[in-house]
């Protein structure tokens, strides 16, 4: 003969544990914390955003160029010219290359996460190159901008990446 399903016994949340069916049941408490306790859940991907609309990736590269050491840059009708203040951690390392050269008509100054502004000069060679190649005369250095700017703008808008801490400071 058929039985149709029985139901587990109603649980009484003032009993722990109790005995039911041979299975202790045991009740947990959980508080819970305010909002800001949680401000790790919305920073693990830059295409979270937070409950009051921020974007915490962006926000923590953006303190890291703060966070970085000063840049200085002159320039004239026929020159430019590029300082930057040059911190190391400890007596035990070395001093952070803050200036880089990027072709011979542009240079750069950084602020922020080195890795970050070595990353972007390599690609920012690797671009002035190919276009030096394929078009015989150096890369103007508008288009350079525009291209980079176009490619930090994509790093805020895939999950794969971070947006890059680094701030340049541009000669040409």
Same mark, same amino acid.
Not at 55 to 72: D, F, N, P, R, T
Not at 121 to 126: D, E, G, L, T
């Given at each position: 003969?058929?039985?149709?399903?029985?139901? %587990?016994?109603?649980?009484?949340?003032?009993?722990? %544990?109790?005995?039911?069916?041979?299975?202790?049941?045991?009740?947990?408490?959980? @508080?819970?914390?305010? %909002?800001?306790?949680?401000?790790?859940?919305?920073?693990?991907?830059?295409?979270?955003?937070? %409950?009051?609309?921020?974007?915490?990736?962006?926000?923590?590269?953006?303190?890291?160029? @703060?966070?970085?050491?000063?840049?200085?840059?002159?320039?004239?009708?026929?020159?430019? !010219?590029?300082?930057?203040? @040059?911190?190391?951690?400890?007596?035990?390392?070395?001093?952070?290359?803050?200036?880089?050269?990027?072709?011979?008509?542009?240079?750069?100054?950084?602020?922020?996460?080195?890795?970050?502004?070595?990353?972007?000069?390599?690609?920012?060679?690797?671009?002035?190159?190919?276009?030096?190649? !394929?078009?015989?005369?150096?890369?103007?250095?508008?288009?350079?901008?525009?291209?980079?700017?176009?490619?930090?703008?994509?790093?805020?808008?895939?999950?794969?990446?971070?947006?890059?801490? !680094?701030?340049?400071?541009?000669?040409?």
């Amino acid at each position: 003969r058929h039985r149709p399903p029985t139901r %587990p016994p109603a649980v009484d949340p003032t009993r722990t %544990p109790s005995t039911t069916n041979k299975q202790s049941l045991y009740f947990i408490e959980i @508080k819970f914390r305010s %909002p800001t306790m949680f401000r790790n859940q919305y920073d693990t991907d830059v295409t979270v955003w937070s %409950p009051e609309g921020r974007l915490l990736q962006v926000e923590y590269a953006m303190e890291s160029v @703060k966070q970085g050491s000063a840049c200085i840059a002159l320039r004239s009708s026929t020159h430019a !010219v590029i300082g930057a203040l @040059k911190r190391s951690v400890s007596e035990l390392s070395s001093h952070q290359q803050k200036i880089l050269d990027i072709d011979d008509h542009i240079g750069i100054g950084i602020a922020g996460l080195t890795a970050d502004a070595r990353t972007l000069a390599k690609w920012m060679r690797n671009e002035c190159l190919n276009y030096k190649y !394929v078009y015989g005369t150096a890369l103007p250095t508008g288009r350079l901008m525009t291209d980079l700017a176009d490619r930090h703008q994509r790093t805020t808008q895939t999950y794969v990446r971070r947006p890059y801490g !680094v701030g340049l400071l541009v000669a040409s």
